[in-house]
């Protein structure tokens, strides 16, 4: 198996195939097999391009197992995602627009403000008319920790669907594990009652010691004429 992907979803069939006919075997023999280190960030020899979205696919199939099973792996989950968040020897958090540590110039072109690709090409920062692309997941450091925070570097930078997809169902369940009453981390995932998205919805330089912790996101699918 390799993790969960947009081209090889075996370990994703794997952990349906749990959930449908109840045996795991398959799913846990192969994460089992790498989620074992909380010490070092997880990835494949052959993951470079796109780390972080390889991490948290994995992650992705290590929490159903948990979830559904007595193989409870969501110590290593936390353990890779607090890596991800910036727990990492080059202290990065590629998350975009969390932390004052986040990769900041995603390679992504309606985000750098330029008008094409070819305006893009070459670019280390965001034109003027570039805007912060909160909570995309950009993808990652190689095997040497390395990363680059350049715009046009699509191998350290990128960003797609499929890196954040795995990444929020890891959220999910990590809240389900520690997030959730009575848990550990519970004190810190307040729930506002009636919460208007709408009336509290702000840029980044709006926001104050008044303003309401966490992320709350909308978002929508457009297709481009040219």
């Keep these: 198996y390799?993790?969960?992907g947009w081209s090889n979803a075996e370990s994703g069939a794997a952990a349906l195939c749990g959930e449908i006919a109840g045996d795991w075997k398959w799913a846990n023999s192969y994460v089992s097999k790498?989620?074992?280190?909380?010490?070092?960030f997880w990835m494949p020899s052959w993951a470079s391009w796109g780390s972080a979205r390889t991490n948290t696919a994995m992650q992705l199939v290590a929490m159903v197992i948990s979830k559904h099973t007595d193989n409870d792996y969501s110590d290593w989950c936390k353990a890779q995602m607090g890596m991800i968040l910036g727990n990492n020897p080059k202290n990065v958090n590629f998350v975009v627009g969390m932390d004052s540590n986040s990769a900041k110039y995603p390679h992504h072109r309606a985000a750098s403000g330029y008008q094409s690709f070819d305006e893009m090409k070459g670019?280390?920062?965001y034109s003027s008319n570039?805007?912060?692309l909160v909570g995309?997941?950009?993808?990652?450091?190689?095997l040497k920790d390395y990363h680059n925070d350049v715009t046009s570097d699509?191998?350290?930078?990128?960003?797609?669907?499929d890196y954040n997809a795995g990444f929020c169902g890891d959220l999910a369940g990590l809240y389900h594990f520690y997030g959730t009453e009575g848990k550990e981390l519970a004190d810190k995932n307040a729930v506002i009652p009636d919460f208007n998205m709408s009336e509290n919805a702000k840029a980044g330089y709006?926001?104050?010691?008044?303003t309401p912790t966490g992320f709350y996101v909308t978002a929508g699918k457009a297709q481009e004429n040219k």
């Design 2 to 4: 390799t993790p969960l």
């Design 34 to 40: 790498n989620c074992t280190d909380k010490s070092t």
């Design 123 to 125: 670019k280390t920062g």
């Design 130 to 132: 570039g805007h912060t």
């Design 136 to 142: 995309a997941l950009v993808g990652g450091p190689d």
């Design 154 to 161: 699509y191998i350290y930078n990128e960003v797609t669907d």
């Design 206 to 210: 709006e926001v104050d010691e008044n």
